[in-house]
């Protein structure tokens, strides 16, 4: 069965750090470009952070840059997202995505998880 769960969404204070994981089952994540997203209630999904199968281009998004860091780990078929300096505003639903090629529309990926909620108390 082909799926993409994601998981380690939490509850934190202002300043924490989280690592959310994406685990694939079914298919190679290191064949495909990978995308995190994320929508907070009442807002838009938007796209956070990108890494390409060749792993030499990754992408993050302005809100992010210098706080958070993908990576993946090919043994465990899974993809990483180290969260830094979490603010309140990076409260939202967190999705990730395998596709082709980098860009801001998680619908364009064939594969999707389900998203994992993260929280940042103030």
């Known amino acids: 069965q082909v799926q993409l769960v994601e998981s380690g969404g939490d509850l934190v204070q202002t300043g924490g750090s989280l690592r959310l994981s994406c685990a694939a089952s079914?298919?190679?994540?290191?064949?495909?470009?990978i995308g995190w997203f994320r929508q907070a209630p009442g807002k838009e999904r938007e796209g956070v952070s990108c890494?390409?199968?060749?792993?030499?281009?990754?992408y993050y998004s302005d809100s992010v840059k210098g706080r958070f860091t993908i990576s993946r780990d090919g043994a465990k078929n899974t993809v990483y997202l180290q969260m830094n300096s979490l603010k309140p505003e990076d409260t939202a639903v967190y999705y990730c995505?395998?596709?082709?090629?980098?860009?801001?529309?998680?619908?364009?990926?064939?594969?999707r998880g389900r998203g994992t909620q993260v929280t940042v108390s103030s």
């Open positions: 079914g298919f190679t994540l290191a064949d495909h470009t």
């Open positions: 995505a395998a596709g082709r090629l980098c860009n801001g529309y998680m619908n364009t990926y064939p594969y």
């Open positions: 890494l390409t199968t060749s792993g030499l281009n990754i």
